[in-house]
């Protein structure tokens, strides 16, 4: 069965940090272009962060430069999001995607919504 599982969301506080995991089974994830979307409610889905198949070349959003770190182990099929300075708009459902054909990681995270495969979302929620 080909999926993408989500995993390390949660309750933080804010200046937290948590890290995302996006495991691959059914498919070799080394293949594939991923990306990280949030969607907080009532807002339209974003790209948070996109990483290429060989790790060479990596994207941030404007909002989570500097203190988001997106990371792939291809041997674990799983690919991370370490989010650090966490703040309360990162507030949101994040999914993690991948796509085979995607020509660069910045395109990857500008279409937030045909891609390959998507996971299922995990809610992060940066609340005091």
């Known amino acids: 069965q080909v999926q993408l599982v989500e995993s390390g969301g949660g309750l933080v506080q804010p200046g937290g940090s948590l890290r995302l995991s996006c495991a691959a089974s059914g498919f070799p994830l080394d293949y594939y272009a991923i990306g990280w979307f949030r969607q907080a409610p009532g807002k339209e889905r974003e790209g948070v962060s996109c990483i290429s198949s060989s790790a060479g070349s990596t994207y941030y959003a404007g909002s989570v430069k500097g203190r988001f770190t997106i990371s792939r182990d291809n041997a674990k099929n799983t690919v991370y999001l370490q989010m650090n300075s966490l703040k309360p708009e990162d507030t949101a459902v994040y999914y993690c995607?991948?796509?085979?054909?995607?020509?660069?990681?910045?395109?990857?995270?500008?279409?937030?919504?045909?891609?390959?495969?998507w996971g299922q979302g995990t809610q992060v929620t940066v609340s005091s």
């Open positions: 995607a991948a796509d085979y054909h995607i020509s660069t990681v910045q395109a990857m995270c500008i279409m937030t919504k045909t891609h390959d495969y």
